[in-house]
């Protein structure tokens, strides 16, 4: 039986751009702690030159039942481990959801402003980022920015108010 190394690198492809948020390789490399270059083979017909491990790794990431690369080679298609229920998996390298990390790199960033909660690092903080679409006139833009302005007030009273309870 001939085994399809470019139908699984398809299909490894097409389960990862399917996601939501979507992900992207660079993503996927973090999370499995190889190098984009290695996604890149497994997403292609190199996908041979990459260890079944690591392979099966991928999968499982994606959320394939463990005998999905298997079904793939053999002219099948992939089974969802989780009956087609795909879980937001954080990529280690900053701790965020994937939907955080799209959102992020979605749009424009216009600012951003750290509030600490406290007088001391342990107290944490609130970190915003002040975003737009890509392609904002500069209406759009001044428009978000009056609105931020009213919600920094409150975001700095909230720092404010833990401010007086650490102090009482």
């Keep these: 039986m001939d085994q399809d190394f470019a139908r ?7 389960a990862r751009l399917a996601r939501r948020p979507r ?10 702690e190889v190098g984009r270059s290695t996604i890149q083979k497994m997403e292609s017909a190199a996908v041979a030159q990459v260890t079944r491990s690591t ?4 999968a499982r990431w994606l959320g394939w039942t463990d ?6 080679l053999a002219g099948g298609e992939p089974a969802m481990a989780d009956g087609g229920k795909q879980a937001l998996r954080p990529v280690p390298a900053l701790g965020l959801t994937p939907d955080v990390e799209y959102e992020l790199r979605s749009g424009r960033v216009l600012g951003s402003q750290v509030f600490n909660l406290g007088p001391d690092e342990e107290d944490g903080q609130i ?3 002040l ?3 890509k392609d904002a006139t500069p209406e759009e833009v001044e428009r978000i920015a009056a609105r931020y302005r009213r919600a920094r007030r409150h975001l700095q009273g909230i720092a404010a108010e833990t401010d007086e309870v650490a102090e009482s």
């Design 67 to 72: 005998d999905s690369v298997d079904r793939v």
């Design 127 to 129: 970190i915003v980022v």
């Design 131 to 133: 975003q737009g679409k």
């Design 23 to 32: 992900v992207s390789q660079t993503d996927v490399a973090a999370a499995l």
């Design 8 to 14: 699984l690198g398809e299909q490894l492809k097409a």
């Design 55 to 58: 392979v099966h790794a991928y």
